[in-house]
């Protein structure tokens, strides 16, 4: 099993990662969590075009990590033969957020539609709203959803996959929780966003300091890392952005309170498990 971090940046416009986004593969399956910005550039250069894509998974409706989904879906429409189906999951309202993508990209399909002889069908988008404890399949990989805690943002749902005695769970947004515990019970990995509370109590703008209160801090996601047990920490979502030189003063946030494996960096960074 492959995880790539294709965007490591957050809301905040990054020259240098793009928005929250990350790539799963193993022998059977390939799958995105989340499509933030810039998302296709990403996976392009980690060799994955949207046809080849089992499943997206979304862990909440925030913008930053939706805020591609309509590149992933005219990209995979465009570029996948008839029949191909791009199987979208996520929390309730997925649903009505592929509708209004799919609304909006309406003059986009009647010129495609027009243009191109050989393109006779629209967007072939299979949407599955799920809920915690729901389990169900992409490619090889099986795919069990847990409860996260972003409130005031819910629901949101965290994603972890099996796949050949192998798991990674993808933690999306969020506050330690015990629904996000019990996913990440014994898994391999565990990918989590976090924000530096430290940093971000510095940067005087009330909106930044709201953002203290529902997301991880590193620290957090350490100490969820341990009490899971888990093999290998991956952080991403880096707010303030992580700049060069700081890696191992954000690592060592997450080492004081895990002793596994921590990965970090810009976009791009894997690692095989
Ligand atoms: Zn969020
Ligand atoms: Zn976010």
Same mark, same amino acid.
């Given at each position: 099993m492959k995880i790539t971090l294709l965007g490591t940046g957050s809301p905040i416009p990054d020259p240098r990662r793009a928005g929250p986004s990350t790539l799963v593969q193993t022998d059977g399956a390939c799958l995105l969590v989340d499509a933030g910005r810039g998302v296709l550039m990403r996976l392009a250069a980690a060799g994955? =075009? /949207?046809?080849?894509?089992h499943g997206v998974l979304v862990t909440h409706l925030h913008s930053d990590h939706i805020t591609d989904l309509n590149d992933v879906i005219t990209t995979h429409w465009v570029m996948a /033969?008839? +029949?191909f189906v791009l199987r979208i999951v996520g929390p309730p309202r997925t649903k009505e957020v592929v509708d209004a993508i799919l609304a909006s990209l309406a003059p986009d399909l009647q010129y495609r539609l027009d243009h191109h002889a050989d393109l006779t069908w629209t967007p072939n988008v299979e949407v599955t709203e799920v809920a915690p404890g729901d389990v169900f399949t992409m490619g090889s990989a099986t795919i069990t959803v847990g409860a996260t805690d972003h409130r005031p943002v819910e629901p949101t749902v965290a994603f972890r996959v099996d796949d050949g005695g192998t798991s990674v769970v993808l +933690? +999306?947004? +969020?506050? /330690?929780c015990a629904g996000l515990d019990a996913l990440c019970a014994n898994a391999d990995a565990y990918v989590q966003t976090v924000i530096r509370d430290d940093l971000v109590k =510095?940067? /005087?703008n009330a909106r930044i300091q709201d953002i203290l209160d529902y997301h991880s801090s590193v620290e957090q996601a350490g100490q969820t890392a341990a009490r899971a047990g888990v093999r290998t920490l991956v952080l991403t979502h880096y707010v303030p952005s992580m700049q060069p030189g700081q890696e191992d003063d954000w690592r060592s946030r997450a080492a004081a309170h895990f002793t596994g494996e921590i990965v970090l960096g810009d976009d791009l960074t894997a690692v095989t498990l």
């Open positions: 994955v =075009l /949207p046809p080849m894509l /033969p008839q +029949g +933690g +999306g947004d +969020g506050v /330690p =510095l940067i /005087p």
